[in-house]
């Protein structure tokens, strides 16, 4: 069964420019969580889809956001970006909701780099 | 504020040898804790899930609950080098997966 896929795998762009990161669940999994990792930070959450529908978002600013799609694929936007934002973004699915403990199987990372 | 804590390590052993990860927890409503490995430029793996306490055993890993302390471990029996990576310990359940921001392990041959 193939992974999360997460395109593209590596990004450049400049401050104040947006960008849009597209996400692939495993087959059959309905959730799609997004997070952002940073050295000093660590994984913090973003938000998870279910269902095309938002469950939860973690505590970013509103130039963040997302939506999942009837096939349960995912994209994450960012506009307005800032030098901050450089971090790897990662996607992750689950058969259900994270709400209902189901464990995150996470997909390779968007590495964006702002300048 | 939800918030789980890992002594960032290196935590080192010798090959063969019991590598013990502990994390503790703030949010005692958290009913599902998981154990992720991650090595260096890669993203996270799910190694373990549990949801009650106790202990729970897959292989060379044994994962421990004690929901009464808050606290969750990870133990790495017969440590191989292939294990040295960042070991992340994450708890949820009934809203977000909150991660810890991960042990480093290193493993020397």
């Known amino acids: 069964k193939a992974g999360v896929t997460q395109t593209p795998r590596y990004l450049i762009k400049t401050r104040g420019q947006q960008v849009t990161l597209s996400c692939s669940p495993i087959?059959?999994?309905?959730?799609v969580s997004w997070y952002q990792q940073t050295p000093g930070q660590g994984l913090q959450f973003l938000f998870e889809?279910?269902?095309?529908?938002?469950?939860n978002k973690g505590n970013f600013p509103g130039r963040f956001s997302g939506r999942q799609f009837s096939n349960s694929r995912s994209e994450m936007n960012v506009s307005t970006l800032e030098l901050g934002d450089s971090a790897l973004y990662l996607c992750?699915?689950?058969?259900?909701?994270?709400?209902?403990?189901?464990?995150?199987?996470f997909g390779n990372g968007t590495r964006l780099t702002v300048t | 504020q939800k918030e789980v804590e890992q002594n960032s390590g290196p935590l080192s052993v010798p090959e063969g040898a019991i590598a013990s990860l502990n994390c503790t927890y703030s949010d005692r409503g958290s009913q599902s804790f998981f154990w992720y490995r991650q090595y260096s430029g890669k993203s996270p793996e799910l190694i373990m899930f549990i949801y009650s306490n106790g202990d729970k055993e897959d292989g060379r890993f044994t994962a421990q609950l004690n929901k009464a302390s808050q606290y969750v471990s990870l133990l790495i029996r017969d440590s191989q080098p292939s294990d040295s990576a960042t070991y992340l310990c994450?708890?949820?359940?009934?809203?977000?997966?909150?991660f810890g921001k991960g042990t480093m392990l290193l493993v020397s041959p």
């Open positions: 889809y279910f269902s095309e529908t938002q469950r």
């Open positions: 994450a708890g949820g359940g009934y809203s977000t997966l909150t």
């Open positions: 087959s059959g999994h309905r959730s």
């Open positions: 992750a699915s689950s058969p259900g909701s994270v709400v209902n403990n189901s464990p995150l199987h």
